[in-house]
């Protein structure tokens, strides 16, 4: 069994709908894919249907961006419920946060002499749940002012360039504790990825067990073969599941193809066992998933 539990689709990010996600999930032979879009359920219903069309199981899901310690943490929420009240006051907050500096970004890229406008920016993210950076950089590519979203944020959007702007990131600790009452199951996302080499420590990772913590990823291309032994070393110290995903982002990221790195089926059976274990205590609806063995 082929299982990638995080993608992105047009609907946060990434450049396929949700149905062309799953349908190229399936014909690249997984088995199970999941669909993470960064602080949204929309792509949901979409996914599902093209799950059932295709013969592949979606795991439906979300990455919450979150902080902790003043640190960006990405937060993946599994099976939940979207609906709780808490929760989605949460999402909103993000999503507005997002959409809500975009007009600085773009009179930023004019100062720098950029003719970009608003306009061009949101003919990017029209199928999106909100604007992000990488919409930004879609629209300096249509405009031929960088040849790929990289560049743009090399250039212009990444932390400490001209043209990027903070934004709201919701508190880890008052996330999870919501993840596990709307029955779902939280696994930090690409915990030591990018320049936060070895943080959150073993230490911090133990606390975030006590308020709930249910998983690591550890196979994500962000990390090195050092860097997984180690995570999977503390996942086993603290009972934590750990998964493997690619990361996909369609054409908007390279290097993470669909099923790059994959969930051992084991673990995914611990990560749905923790979810059954959550949907009971919480007595909510939460989404099911049939496994194909
Ligand atoms: P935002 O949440 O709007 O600040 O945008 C952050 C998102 O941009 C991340 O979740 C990534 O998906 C994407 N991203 C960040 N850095 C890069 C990069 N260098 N190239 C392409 N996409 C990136
Ligand atoms: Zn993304
Ligand atoms: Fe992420
Ligand atoms: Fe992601």
Redesign the pocket.
């Known amino acids: 069994m082929r299982i990638d539990l995080h993608t ?1 689709s047009r609907v946060s ?1 990434g450049t396929d709908s949700p149905a062309e996600l799953v349908a190229a999930a399936a014909a690249t032979g997984l088995d199970v894919v999941a669909l993470t879009d ?1 602080d949204t359920a929309a792509g949901w219903p979409e996914a599902l249907a093209a799950g059932t069309q295709h013969g592949i199981t979606v795991v439906p899901g979300m990455e919450i ?1 979150t902080e902790y310690g003043g640190h960006s943490v990405h937060l993946l929420a599994y099976l939940l419920d979207p609906t709780l009240p808490g929760l989605v006051a949460e999402l909103g907050h993000v999503l507005a946060g ?1 959409s809500a500096r975009v007009p600085t970004m773009v009179a930023r890229l004019r100062e720098a002499g950029i003719e970009i406008t608003l306009d061009d920016v949101y003919e990017q993210s029209a199928d999106a749940a909100a604007t ?3 919409h930004v ?1 879609d629209a300096l590519v249509a405009l031929g002012v960088v040849g790929h ?2 560049e743009a ?2 250039a212009y959007l ?1 932390w400490g360039r001209p043209a990027f702007v903070d ?1 709201y990131n919701a508190p880890l600790e008052r996330i999870i504790p919501l993840v596990t009452e709307a029955g779902g199951v939280s696994v930090i996302a690409h915990p030591w990825g990018r320049s936060r080499r070895h943080e959150p420590t073993e230490r911090q990772l133990a606390e975030l067990v006590e308020i709930g913590l249910g998983g690591i990823e550890v196979d994500h291309q962000d990390h090195g073969p050092a860097e997984r032994s180690a995570l999977r070393a503390i996942a086993k110290n603290l009972d934590l599941v750990t998964t493997g995903s690619s990361d996909y ?1 369609g054409t ?2 390279t290097g993470h193809p669909l099923g790059v790195n994959t969930t051992d089926p084991a673990e995914l059976h611990r990560l749905l066992e923790r979810a059954a274990t959550a949907s009971a205590a919480a007595g909510r609806r939460t989404p099911e998933v049939v496994l194909p063995c």
Do not use: I, L, W
């Open positions: 992105h990010d960064h961006s997002r992000g950076r990488p950089a979203r990289d944020f090399d990444a934004r982002h908007g990221k």
